[in-house]
C-alpha cells in the first residue's frame, strides 16, 4: 500500500507541473523495457557482425542475448501471458513488428545455430532447414536493429524523441553493441585476429553516434518545443545528469576510446579488448536509459490554448 | 456519425464535477483520471485571472494510440467513432500513452484504494471490477450514450460548459458552437483530429 501511494503522490504532483516527466518506460518494471530494447540492439549488431567475422561464438552470443531481450520485454508487460496478442497489429505499430522481427530472429537463429553447435542434429548445417533459418534470422536481425529507433519516434506524446535522426541513432547503437559484443566474444575465447578492423569500425560507428547525437540536441534545443527543451536540460543538468556523463561519456565513449587509442597504437591485449566491449556496452545501456528517462510529456496547456482567448 | 464534445471554457467555473461524476460513473481507482481540470494563473496582480481546462480523452479521427497499439486492444468504433480499449487484449506495454499527444490515458497497475483501513465497500464493488496491469481511458462513456444519455460528465456539469453530440452533423449543437464560436481543438498541429473542441474564455 505504501508503495501504490507514493506512486499515487508522484502522479498527482507530476500532473501539477506543466512539463509531466516520463516515467511508465523507466522506472519500476520499466526499466526492463530499457534493458530489453538496449540487449535486443546489440543482439542484432553482434548477429550481423558475427556473420561478417564468421564467428560461430558470435552468433550464439547473438541469439543468447536476443532471448534475454524477449525475456525482458515479458518482464515490462503488464500482461505477459498475452504476448501472443502482440503480433495482430503490425501494419501499424512498430512494437508489433518489432514483436514480429524478434520471433523470426529468434526462430531462425535457432534453426541455423543448432546444427552448428550440434553436429547430430536432425538437420545438417547446410540443410534447406539451416538456410531457412538464415534468412529469417536476417530478417528479424534487421527489424531489430531498425524497429527501436521508430519506436520512439513515433511517440507523439514526448517530443524529445519525435526526432527523424533517433531511428538512425539507434541503428548506430545497435551496430556500435554489436561490434563491442563482437569484441568481448572474440577476446574471451582468444581471438586477435579481426581486433583491428573491429576497433576500427567501433570509432567509426562512434563518430557517427556522437554526431547524430549532437543534430539530436540541437534539434531539439533550437525546435521550439518546451518539451523537447525541458528534455536536453534534464539529461545535461537535470535528474539525468549523472546517468548521462558517468555512464554515457565518461563509461561509453571517453574509456573504451582510450582502450581504442591503445589497441591501434601499441600491443592489443585480451584484457584491455574485454575492458573496452564491456565499457562501451555499459555506455549504450546508459544512452538508452538516459534517452529515455529524459522524456516529458507534450504539455496539454500551451501558450496557444491561452492566446486564443 | 461521430460522436464529439464542445467545452466552454467561458462557462467552465473550475468546479470539479465533471472529474468527480466521472469518477463515479466509472469507479476509477486511485491515479487513474479519465477527466481532469487543469488550473492556471495568467497576468499579474491586481490584473489576474484564473483559467480553468477540462480535459479528457479525445476521440481522435486519427489517432495515434490506436495505430501505435500492438495488440489493437485500442480501437476506434466505426459506428461512432468513440476510441476504446479492450481491457482483454491490452498487454500492458504502455505504447499508447506514449502515443497520446494529450497525455490522457492511465496504467492501472496494482488494486489500489483510497484509504488506509483498505478497500471501502464502493471501491470493492465498483474500482474492483476493473483489470489491473493494463491502460484505461475515457470511453465517452459509451454505455450511457447508447442509452440515450449524455456522458456522466457532461450530464453533472452544474453551468453547461460541456455540450455533447454529433461533429458530423452539421446541424448539431456542437457543429454549430464550433463553427459560430470558434472553437478549437488541442494540439492541431499533432494532427489527430480530435473530437473535443473548447470555446474560447
Not at chain 2, 10 to 26: D, F, N, P, T, V
Not at chain 2, 115 to 136: I, N, S
Request: net charge positive; glycine share 10%; charged share 15%.
Amino acid at each position: 500500500m505504501q508503495q501504490t501511494r507514493a506512486k499515487y503522490e508522484q502522479l498527482i504532483r507530476d500532473l501539477r507541473g506543466d512539463l509531466r516527466p516520463q516515467r511508465e518506460w523507466c522506472e519500476g518494471r520499466g526499466l526492463f523495457l530499457v534493458f530489453g530494447h538496449f540487449v535486443g540492439g546489440v543482439a542484432a549488431g553482434a548477429w550481423l557482425f558475427s556473420l561478417l567475422f564468421d564467428s560461430r561464438a558470435g552468433l550464439g552470443v547473438a541469439f543468447a542475448l536476443g532471448a534475454l531481450c524477449g525475456i525482458s520485454h515479458l518482464a515490462f508487460l503488464g500482461r505477459p501471458q498475452r504476448f501472443w496478442r502482440m503480433a495482430a497489429q503490425w501494419r501499424t505499430s512498430w512494437i508489433s513488428r518489432g514483436f514480429a522481427g524478434l520471433s523470426l530472429f529468434l526462430g531462425g537463429g535457432f534453426l541455423y545455430l543448432v546444427p552448428r553447435y550440434l553436429p547430430q542434429a536432425p538437420w545438417a548445417a547446410d540443410s534447406a532447414i539451416a538456410d531457412a533459418g538464415y534468412v529469417l534470422a536476417l530478417a528479424g536481425m534487421l527489424v531489430l536493429i531498425v524497429y527501436k529507433g521508430f519506436v520512439y519516434a513515433t511517440s507523439k506524446a514526448i517530443p524529445f524523441w519525435n526526432s527523424p535522426l533517433h531511428p538512425a541513432m539507434y541503428i548506430a547503437f545497435a551496430l556500435r553493441g554489436g561490434i563491442a559484443a563482437l569484441l568481448i566474444t572474440l577476446a574471451l575465447g582468444g581471438e586477435t585476429a579481426a581486433t583491428r578492423d573491429l576497433l576500427l569500425l567501433w570509432t567509426a560507428v562512434t563518430a557517427v553516434v556522437t554526431v547524430f547525437f549532437a543534430l539530436e540536441m540541437h534539434a531539439a534545443l533550437t525546435g521550439g518545443n518546451p518539451a523537447a527543451r525541458r528534455s536536453v536540460h534534464e539529461l545535461l543538468s537535470g535528474r539525468v545528469a549523472i546517468a548521462f556523463y558517468g555512464g554515457t561519456l565518461t563509461l561509453g565513449v571517453i574509456v573504451p576510446a582510450w582502450f581504442v587509442w591503445a589497441g591501434l597504437s601499441g600491443p592489443r591485449t585480451l584484457a584491455a579488448m574485454v575492458a573496452l566491449g564491456v565499457t562501451s556496452v555499459i555506455g549504450d545501456f546508459f544512452m538508452k536509459y538516459s534517452m529515455i528517462r529524459a522524456g516529458v510529456h507534450l504539455p496539454v496547456w500551451t501558450r496557444q490554448t491561452l492566446q486564443r482567448g | 456519425m461521430r460522436w464529439g464534445m464542445v467545452i466552454d471554457l467561458r462557462r467552465c467555473i473550475g468546479c470539479y464535477g465533471c472529474q468527480l461524476s466521472c469518477k463515479a460513473e466509472h469507479g476509477t481507482p486511485p491515479g487513474v483520471l479519465f477527466a481532469r481540470v487543469l488550473k492556471q494563473e495568467e497576468g499579474q496582480y491586481p490584473n489576474v485571472r484564473q483559467l480553468f481546462l477540462p480535459v479528457l480523452c479525445n476521440h481522435c479521427e486519427e489517432a495515434p494510440c490506436v495505430d501505435a497499439c500492438p495488440t489493437g486492444a485500442s480501437f476506434k468504433w466505426e459506428e461512432d467513432g468513440i476510441v476504446d480499449i479492450d481491457p482483454d487484449k491490452c498487454v500492458g506495454c504502455r505504447s499508447c500513452m506514449m502515443a497520446c499527444p494529450y497525455s490522457n490515458r492511465y496504467f492501472n497497475d496494482s488494486p489500489q484504494h483510497y484509504f488506509e483501513d483498505g478497500a471501502t465497500p464502493y471501491e470493492q464493488a465498483r474500482t474492483g471490477r476493473h483489470q489491473t496491469d493494463v491502460v484505461m481511458k475515457c470511453n465517452f462513456c459509451r454505455d450511457r450514450v447508447r442509452a440515450g444519455k449524455k456522458p456522466a460528465c457532461v450530464a453533472n456539469c452544474p453551468t453547461v460548459a460541456r455540450i455533447f453530440g454529433d461533429l458530423d452533423d452539421p446541424t448539431s449543437e456542437v457543429s454549430r458552437l464550433i463553427k459560430e464560436r470558434g472553437g478549437f481543438p488541442l494540439h492541431p498541429e499533432a494532427g489527430t483530429r480530435p473530437s473535443v473542441y473548447y470555446l474560447p474564455p
